[in-house]
Nanobody, 121 residues
């Protein structure tokens, strides 16, 4: 069974940092592109970032560029999202998601349960 389990969310002050993790199991993690997607309270899903199977190529939504860094450790079957300079508008449930193949195409077939990030003073 394919599983994605996010962790690392919590309460952080504006300007602070958090690192999210996503533990993957049930598939060959290193063969697939992965993404982070978030959902702010009361709003729709917002794509955050993605990277290809090797991690060599990354993509970011414009508002996250320079603040967020996506990475992966294929030996540990884990995806990461380092978030710096957090703002109140970054408050959301963050999901990791598995793509259909090794390269990012926008199609995400498996999602985790999400981890809540709250940015507030």
């Amino acid at each position: 069974e394919v599983q994605l389990v996010e962790s690392g969310g919590g309460l952080v002050q504006p300007g602070g940092s958090l690192r999210l993790s996503c533990a993957a199991s049930g598939f060959i993690f290193g063969d697939y592109s992965m993404s982070w997607v978030r959902q702010p309270p009361g709003k729709g899903l917002e794509w955050v970032s993605a990277l290809i199977w090797s991690g060599d190529v990354t993509y970011y939504a414009e508002s996250m560029k320079g603040r967020f860094t996506i990475s992966r450790d294929n030996a540990k079957n884990t995806l990461y999202l380092q978030m710096n300079s957090l703002k109140s508008e970054d408050t959301a449930v963050y999901y990791c998601a598995k793509a259909l193949g090794g390269y990012y195409s926008g199609y995400l077939e498996v999602w985790g349960q999400g981890t809540l990030v709250t940015v507030s003073s």
